[in-house]
């Protein structure tokens, strides 16, 4: 499932890189960002993106597709067991007797949200530290606050890399401006 989103993400940046490439510095411009999400007390995989705009040393951001892969919480009915030979089994801890190894494993759900925050880079948007505060819906519903790098990637694409704080919320992902 990772190689999934590993090659979901490559094929995100190879078009939206290509993309940037043909177009002009604007003002308004595509953003995506991918990390690790956390929400008291589960966390997951994140990647989010839409819609930004900027000027010299301000950016802000609409980010209506927002999803974090959480895994479930472990059914302590059935615990994984291992043979001398490094074989897996799911035994059932009521009955003792083994079971499917889909009893053991975690399911894995999709959280959706949004988000909407604005930054300011004291330094300019295409080289600077940079802080801001925004506001998510949803899946971990909060105010946050965020903290970061944002620098030219390459031609007219931008790259960040950031940490966002809110109530029980936290987001440490990289991302950037097409």
Known sequence: MIRVFAAVATAIALTTGALG????????????????GWDQPHG????????????QKLFAYL????MTFVQ??????????????GDQYCQDRNTGAYVRASNCRRPVSVEWGGAAEANF????TSGSFFGGVGYRTGYA?????????IGRAGGRT???ARLSI?????????GGHI
């Open 21 to 36: 490439a043909q177009t002009r510095d604007r003002p308004i411009f595509l953003v995506g960002n991918m990390g690790y």
């Open 44 to 55: 997951g995989f994140s990647l989010n993106a839409g819609a930004g705009v900027r000027s």
């Open 63 to 66: 980010l209506p597709l927002d």
């Open 72 to 85: 479930g919480k472990q059914n302590r009915q059935y615990i994984m067991q291992t043979s001398l030979y």
């Open 121 to 124: 880079a004291p330094m300019g």
């Open 141 to 149: 519903s909060t105010v946050y606050g965020t903290i970061g790098y």
């Open 158 to 160: 931008f790259g960040l």
């Open 166 to 174: 809110g109530d029980g919320y936290a987001l440490l992902a990289i």
